[in-house]
């Protein structure tokens, strides 16, 4: 899916980029080669790109190139939730702390939100997941801290629950697709355990590290999350990005604003 003029992927290697990270693992499905060719190198456009002159469209096609061995790519065969998606590159994460990003939670901000949590976890250790408030009544739709102390930016939890029952909530402290996670949540995941819905879930994984001492801490970061997995939140991101952009802004913007009056209009 693009969004503007990038793909949602691109987004999110750039946020990783940013915050330092230089090897990348795709979790994907059937169908979904299209990504692979997308990562690499294009001589012929960009031969093409250079005889006509096009140096920021050439310039804008090498950003999206990732250097042999940066990259992996392992399948998910079936559709076991984001828990086993994460358990299927554990070969290639191997001992090492890593980060999972979901590239349809787009984070608008002026320091990447990764980049957010890296500087945080360095002072905490253990696992880091990006939180944000949400209404009581959307908790449901969420995983959800169950706050054990509250430091402002971060804060240390105590549990953490998936997709809780209405009204169950122990917090409105909702969990977003960005994680710093320990290797230990990696052996968590290796029991199979299902959870709600009947998926591996990340977050129960997470939660059970808790129990074993290692410490969870949630970061509120600071920008805007679009959820583009759904068709509103995607909207939104589309306005919110190109509003953004020095060569869209006055053209949407004067477009939205007639939008608008005829609406006032027509009412």
């Given at each position: 899916?693009?969004?503007?003029?990038?793909?949602?992927?691109?987004?999110?290697?750039?946020?990783?980029?940013?915050?330092?990270?230089?090897?990348?693992?795709?979790?994907m499905?059937?169908?979904?080669?299209?990504?692979?060719?997308?990562?690499?190198?294009?001589p012929?456009l960009?031969?093409?790109?250079?005889?006509?002159?096009?140096?920021?469209?050439?310039?804008?096609?090498?950003?999206?190139?990732?250097?042999?061995?940066?990259?992996?790519?392992?399948?998910?065969?079936?559709?076991?939730?984001?828990?086993?998606?994460?358990?299927?590159?554990?070969?290639?994460?191997?001992?090492?702390?890593?980060?999972?990003?979901?590239?349809?939670?787009?984070i608008?901000?002026?320091k990447?939100?990764l980049?957010?949590?890296?500087?945080?976890?360095?002072?905490?250790?253990?696992n880091?997941?990006?939180?944000?408030?949400?209404?009581?009544?959307?908790?449901?739709s969420?995983?959800?801290?169950?706050?054990?102390?509250?430091?402002?930016?971060?804060?240390?939890a105590?549990?953490?629950?998936?997709?809780?029952?209405?009204?169950?909530a122990?917090?409105n402290?909702?969990?977003?697709?960005?994680?710093?996670?320990?290797?230990?949540?990696?052996?968590?995941?290796?029991?199979?355990?299902?959870?709600?819905?009947?998926?591996?879930?990340?977050?129960?994984?997470?939660?059970?590290?808790?129990?074993a001492?290692?410490?969870?801490?949630?970061?509120?970061?600071?920008?805007?999350?679009?959820?583009?997995?759904?068709?509103?939140?995607?909207?939104?991101a589309?306005?919110?990005?190109?509003?953004?952009?020095?060569?869209?802004?006055?053209?949407?913007?004067q477009?939205?604003?007639?939008?608008?009056?005829?609406?006032?209009?027509?009412?």
């Open positions: 899916m693009t969004l503007v003029d990038r793909p949602l992927v691109q987004y999110a290697i750039d946020e990783a980029r940013a915050a330092g990270i230089k090897e990348f693992i795709f979790v499905s059937r169908g979904k080669s299209a990504l692979e060719d997308y990562f690499d190198h294009s012929v960009e031969q093409e790109l250079k005889r006509k002159g096009k140096t920021e469209l050439l310039e804008l096609l090498r950003s999206t190139d990732m250097e042999s061995g940066a990259i992996a790519y392992i399948r998910q065969n079936k559709p076991l939730g984001l828990g086993h998606a994460v358990w299927c590159a554990r070969r290639l994460i191997a001992n090492e702390p890593f980060a999972v990003i979901l590239p349809d939670d787009v608008a901000a002026e990447p939100c980049q957010q949590m890296i500087e945080a976890y360095e002072e905490t250790g253990g880091m997941v990006a939180a944000m408030e949400v209404a009581p009544e959307r908790a449901s969420y995983g959800v801290l169950d706050v054990e102390e509250d430091m402002g930016s971060v804060v240390r105590r549990g953490m629950v998936e997709k809780p029952a209405a009204g169950t122990p917090s402290l909702a969990v977003i697709g960005r994680y710093v996670l320990s290797p230990s949540v990696l052996k968590n995941l290796n029991k199979m355990r299902t959870g709600s819905g009947g998926e591996i879930q990340l977050t129960d994984a997470i939660a059970e590290d808790i129990e001492g290692v410490p969870v801490h949630g970061y509120r970061f600071r920008g805007q999350r679009y959820d583009c997995g759904s068709k509103a939140g995607f909207l939104q589309t306005v919110a990005f190109a509003l953004a952009r020095d060569d869209l802004r006055d053209e949407l913007h477009f939205l604003t007639e939008i608008v009056h005829l609406d006032k209009a027509a009412q």
